[in-house]
């Protein structure tokens, strides 16, 4: 089995496995070099000649096709199906005992640091949300406002913080559509709660979400009118510095998505280091804000400018091995592979890969760069290289 959205040259090269490129070009009656082409995407086949490889390699026809066409690919939906149940109401009847508002509030949080720490957060994820959402919802659903509001308020800061962990799940595992509806329940839940810190912490969701569907116009907007609203928020002054520093990370993404490195560069500059200098490492609502984290951000930066050196040398000062989030580090390290693609070095590459398999296995094979990564070495590498990301898209699922 292959993945469904695996391009057909890369399954071509899948099938032939260990054949000599020249001879099966020979057989089908076509040059090496249209093969080779064809192999690493230069080149679509047309149906005649892709039904001859085929026949060729023992395979049906439509083995050698994708599912989905290559333009536009997006991450494959690995959601799991109990999860977007419970997300849309199959829960327990109304009159199904109630989880008391503690219970709820320490299993949220022993899931985020699951979420945060588990190499294999993606199947726990599986077994602990579908519950947790249910009994969630069912208290948000029974406890009335009128009836007694300080219950009420304390399950709508569990609400809100279940529904920041959803988006962050529901992202990773391709549903961006239901990870933005998640925002936006998080960002009622902390409205209703009259909690200041935790409707800034669902802002800076929000923005997250709307990053990840493409708009960061939004996010910017909807991260700087936060920061505006801590300023008048009573908060005590660490939290707001912390917060506010995150929500100005969201506008740094958001400016550097639309390719306006110098504010982008101008705001870690002046808003987001000097708050992360005040209050220290931290994980304030899980956003991990921090040095380390904006640090990060300047690595990424410069990546995303096209300046993979100099990434890669702010890189090198960089330690993400203690941040209290496994993801942001696993992004980390995918971006300073993403500087050694675009540096064509492909063992420097292969090495990143096989590091963050060993970090976190299951967010590998989930995430769209990473098997772009693999795929690029598989077509372009040294043989040695091109066997062992071979291997490494074989473990995780690409083929």
């Known amino acids: 089995m292959v993945a469904p959205d695996l391009p057909i040259g890369d399954r071509i090269r899948h099938y032939r496995g260990v054949r000599r490129q020249d001879v099966v070009a020979g057989l089908v009656g076509i040059s090496p070099d249209y093969l080779s082409q064809i192999e690493r995407g230069l080149k679509v086949p047309s149906l005649p000649i892709l039904h001859a490889i085929a026949q060729e390699l023992g395979v049906p026809t439509a083995a050698l096709l994708a599912d989905m066409p290559a333009a536009g690919r ?140 493409q708009e960061p116009d939004g996010a910017e907007q909807i991260a700087l009118r936060a920061v505006e609203e801590l300023r008048r ?3 005590a002054e660490p939290e707001r510095v912390a917060m506010s520093g995150a929500l100005h990370l969201v506008a740094v993404v958001a400016e550097a998505r639309r390719r306006d490195w110098s504010a982008a560069r101008d705001r870690l500059r002046y808003h987001a280091r000097p708050a992360a200098r005040s209050v220290g490492e931290g994980n304030i609502m899980w956003t991990v804000f921090g040095p380390t984290n904006v640090a990060l951000h300047e690595v990424s930066i410069e990546m995303e400018a096209g300046d993979a050196s100099e990434a890669l040398k702010m890189a090198d000062d960089v330690d993400a091995s203690d941040l209290p989030s496994m993801e942001r580090s696993f992004t980390f390290n995918l971006e300073v592979a993403r500087c050694h693609h675009l540096r064509r070095e492909d063992a420097a590459v292969l090495l990143s890969l096989l590091e963050l398999e ?7 094979a989930r995430t769209p760069l990473a098997r772009k990564l693999m795929l690029t070495v598989i077509r372009r590498g040294r043989a040695t290289h091109a066997r062992q990301a071979e291997k490494l898209a074989e473990r995780v699922g690409v083929f």
Not at 100 to 110: D, K, Q, Y
Not at 358 to 364: C, M, Q, S
């Open 74 to 213: 997006m991450a494959p939906d690995t959601t799991e199906p109990a999860i977007v149940q419970a997300l849309m109401g199959y829960g327990p009847p109304r009159s199904a005992p109630l989880a008391e508002p503690t219970a709820l509030r320490e299993r949220v949080e022993s899931a985020w640091r699951v979420w945060q720490s588990s190499k294999t957060r993606f199947t726990d994820m599986a077994g602990v949300l579908p519950g947790l959402i249910a009994d969630t919802e069912h208290a948000a659903r029974i406890h009335h406002p009128a009836t007694d509001p300080d219950r009420r308020r304390t399950i709508m800061r569990v609400r809100a913080d279940l529904c920041f962990l959803l988006r962050s799940y529901l992202r990773r595992t391709g549903r961006v559509d239901l990870s933005i509806m998640a925002a936006d329940r998080a960002v009622r839940a902390a409205e209703e709660a009259d909690d200041p810190l935790r409707t800034a912490a669902a802002q800076w969701n929000l923005g997250h979400a709307l990053l990840a569907s």
């Open 233 to 235: 928020a009573p908060l």
């Open 358 to 364: 060993g970090l976190a296995p299951e967010d590998l």
